[in-house]
């Protein structure tokens, strides 16, 4: 542990150049160096250690994360450095929960399409909070909303007619970017074409559910580029098994941490 090493060998055996372990050093990411009397750096099994410490961390929360704990370990402060790491699982945990609301909602979707009766192509009504006083239209009534809505567009109160929600729902849903309908040039009034009523039709069953916007926002936008729902599914399943293997890799690098606090003399 309190073998001398050069600049030059620390790098070699981490496959780094010598200006990145003195930049290492300078940030705080190795422990304090000493130097000789001529100035040069002595480095020492110590910060070889750092260093295999600092790269799995690295892998596992990023290097943002990285500097912010080494530095407060070597400055003393353990509390700081343990903020730091609890901080980056909580932004993992958060992006895992909104992963599933999305995939919830998605999957909300496809559940509802596959179980619509008839041929209207209607879907359920959102929840009490967002009902209008009105009953949800019946087949017929949908049908034709469809095809005004691809001959010349719809007004609000026809999309609210046909959806079965009141017209400051569906501004409401414009707000948070989930509809973007036209501009009638002449009045400035809202004109939606029969895909913004199709996506009507679709907020209102993830509504109907109780998804949050933001989850719903998500599903559009996915939907709108890739055009297909089981395209996004999978996406979805791909993006939870990556999410799957940064848990692992930031486990791995918590525990190297943890071994290197024992290393320091830290006790539990």
Do not use: K
């Not at 008839?118 to 019946?138: F, I, L, M, T, Y």
């Not at 036209?182 to 199709?198: K, Q």
């Not at 679709?202 to 297909?228: F, N, Q, Y």
């Amino acid at each position: 542990m309190g073998d001398r090493l050069r600049a030059r060998d620390l790098a070699r055996s981490a496959g780094l150049s010598v200006q990145q372990i003195r930049t290492y050093a300078e940030t705080g990411v190795l422990p304090a160096v000493e130097r000789t009397a001529g100035g040069h750096r002595v480095f020492t099994g110590a910060h070889a250690e750092a260093l295999t410490v600092a790269r799995e961390l690295a892998v596992g929360h990023g290097w943002a994360t990285t500097r912010v704990v080494m530095r407060a370990v070597h400055d003393g402060d353990l509390a700081a450095a343990l903020a730091a790491v609890d901080a980056s699982h909580a932004r993992l945990d958060r992006e895992r929960g909104e992963l599933a609301a999305v995939r919830e909602a998605l999957e909300t979707l496809l559940t509802g399409r596959s179980g619509r009766s008839g041929r209207s192509g209607r879907v359920n009504p959102p929840g009490r909070a967002e009902r209008s006083g009105d009953a949800c239209p019946g087949g017929g009534t949908a049908h034709a909303a469809r095809r005004d809505a691809a001959r010349h567009g719809l007004r609000i109160g026809e999309v609210a007619r046909a959806v079965g929600v009141s017209p400051p729902v569906l501004r409401l849903w414009e707000a948070h970017g989930l509809l973007r309908p036209e501009r009638e040039p002449s009045t400035g009034y809202r004109l939606y074409d029969s895909s913004e009523l199709r996506t009507a039709h679709v907020i209102a069953l993830l509504r109907r559910g109780s998804h949050p916007l933001p989850a719903i926002g998500a599903v559009l936008d996915e939907l709108r580029e890739t055009g297909s729902p089981d395209r996004v599914l999978r996406e979805l399943t791909h993006r939870m098994r990556d999410l799957h293997r940064t848990s692992l890799r930031r486990l791995a690098a918590s525990a190297a941490l943890h071994g290197y606090l024992r290393y320091l003399g830290h006790t539990v």
